[in-house]
């Protein structure tokens, strides 16, 4: 898991943004992400009529939906990086692998939301208590991404603690997501081709990571020699 840690989306590599993209490219990028979450569990409510069931086709959506979305808040910036080593010209946003991770963070509330509310009608405690950790850690994670500062522009709390929480937040998730489809793969369930696909985007995601890594070092050890 240490190709998994805070490097994943801060890196050590600053790309330079493009100058022909106007800093106003990004500005809709979360709340369009997390629109798209609201449009699926809602049309799924629709559909059903507002059955229990809609909730549960819309929760399923906005699942799978997010996990798109983390793939690319957690491959975008780390691939970048590796493109602008053999590209030098390729360069990507600055603020793209927060943007990404505010939009993942966005689009999982949703989904979460779209769980809670008819466990609620129905008081059930476990799923209660599934949203409440879930959304905590999604918050921790929204909250990291990008350095917390007082007035007077003093940090709230400490660098390597910010990041010791974005790297957890994002080995939980991507945990979460490799084990679901472990789960579902090998047990006796309706074969879906989701959590095949899901799995190897998550395996992918982690040797991207994991080169990314190798090259940093690669460039440290380079540069002390």
């Known amino acids: 898991m240490v190709a998994l840690d805070n490097n994943a989306v801060f890196g050590s590599i600053r790309i330079r943004r493009l100058k022909f993209i106007p800093k106003f490219t990004l500005a809709p990028l979360v709340g369009g992400i997390a629109l798209v979450a609201m449009v699926l569990v809602l049309g799924a409510i629709l559909a059903r009529g507002f059955a229990e069931n809609g909730f549960r086709l819309g929760s399923q959506l906005a699942w799978r939906y997010t996990f798109f979305v983390f793939f690319a808040a957690l491959v975008a910036p780390t691939f970048c990086r590796l493109a602008n080593r053999f590209f030098p010209s390729f360069s990507c946003p600055e603020s793209l692998a927060r943007k990404l991770i505010w939009g993942f963070c966005a689009s999982y509330g949703v989904y979460l939301l779209s769980v809670f509310v008819p466990h609620v009608i129905r008081l059930s405690g476990g799923a209660t208590l599934m949203v409440l950790f879930g959304g905590t850690v999604a918050a921790g994670m929204a ?21 010791t929480i974005l790297g957890t937040a994002i080995i939980y ?7 679901m489809a472990l789960a579902r793969i090998s047990g006796p369930h309706r074969p879906d081709i989701f959590y095949d696909i899901s799995l190897l985007l998550m395996m992918g995601a982690l040797l ?3 080169a990314d890594r190798w090259f940093a070092r690669r460039d440290q050890a380079v540069a002390a020699a």
Do not use: M, Q
Request: aromatic residues 12%; hydrophobic residues 35%; contains cysteine.
């Open 208 to 210: 991207i990571c994991y």
């Open 143 to 163: 909250l990291t991404i990008a350095p917390l500062k007082r007035l007077g522009d003093r940090p709230l709390i400490g660098e390597r603690t910010r990041r």
């Open 173 to 179: 998730f991507w945990s979460c997501y490799s084990l």
